[in-house]
């Protein structure tokens, strides 16, 4: 039992160690200063029915319309069945409310 627990307890960590590096990795891509960046589409955090746009310097959070989610690779959205949805762990009080 001991062992089992030191397991999960191991693969926690390797799981918030992943989520942080994807975070850091993510943030550091998009830079929202920079002019060029403006339109650079990310998904969000913590729901795959939204989505974060790079605009005006600011990181703004979007919505797809009822029923859709968000696919990075194709920067739409999309039916549920057509999405691989990967939410990954940037930091929520950088996100701008529309």
Not at 6 to 17: D, F, H, M, S, Y
Not at 67 to 72: A, H, I, R, V
């Amino acid at each position: 039992m001991k062992l089992l627990l030191k397991r999960l307890q191991v693969i926690a960590c390797l799981v918030l160690l992943v989520a942080t590096v994807q975070s850091v990795c993510a943030q550091q891509e998009l830079d929202c200063n920079d002019p060029n960046s403006v339109g650079i589409f990310l998904p969000h955090p913590t729901d795959c029915r939204k989505y974060l746009n790079c605009w005006q310097g600011q990181l703004i959070e979007g919505s797809c319309p009822l029923g859709l989610y968000f696919d990075l690779e194709r920067q739409v959205c999309e039916a549920e069945a057509r999405v691989r949805c990967k939410m990954n762990a940037l930091d929520s009080t950088t996100i701008a409310k529309p």
